[in-house]
Nanobody
């Protein structure tokens, strides 16, 4: 069974923090580099953070130093700690394999993050 369930989004003031969680099925998670993506209204989905099964990480310049990705391989979960949030971080956040493509691969429902005063 293919599954991706994102949670933890919400409304937060600029400068605030959120932790996103993602539960994935074995077929998606196992040995794959997992990533967090986001899609703002009118924009394409972009990869903002990625983590290999061995723990190596990579971040988009726009979130470097503010976001931290982590994963629990035993529980097949991926997390995104987001600090110093900015209004431009407002988007729907998704997790998936880094190789996943919009329109051809399975995606979860995402979780909305809104940064506003």
């Amino acid at each position: 069974q293919v599954r991706l369930v994102e949670s933890g989004g919400g409304l937060v003031q600029p400068g605030g923090s959120l932790i996103l969680s993602c539960a994935a099925s074995e077929s998606i998670f196992s040995r794959n580099t997992m990533g967090w993506y986001r899609q703002a209204p009118g924009k394409q989905r972009e990869l903002v953070a990625a983590m290999t099964s061995g723990g190596n990480t990579n971040y988009a310049d726009s979130v470097k130093g503010r976001f931290t990705i982590s994963r629990d391989n035993a529980k097949k979960m991926v997390f995104l700690q987001m600090n110093s949030l900015k209004p431009e971080d407002t988007a729907v956040y998704y997790c998936n394999r880094v190789a996943a493509r919009v329109g051809t691969d399975y995606w979860g429902q995402g979780t909305q993050v809104t940064v506003s005063s």
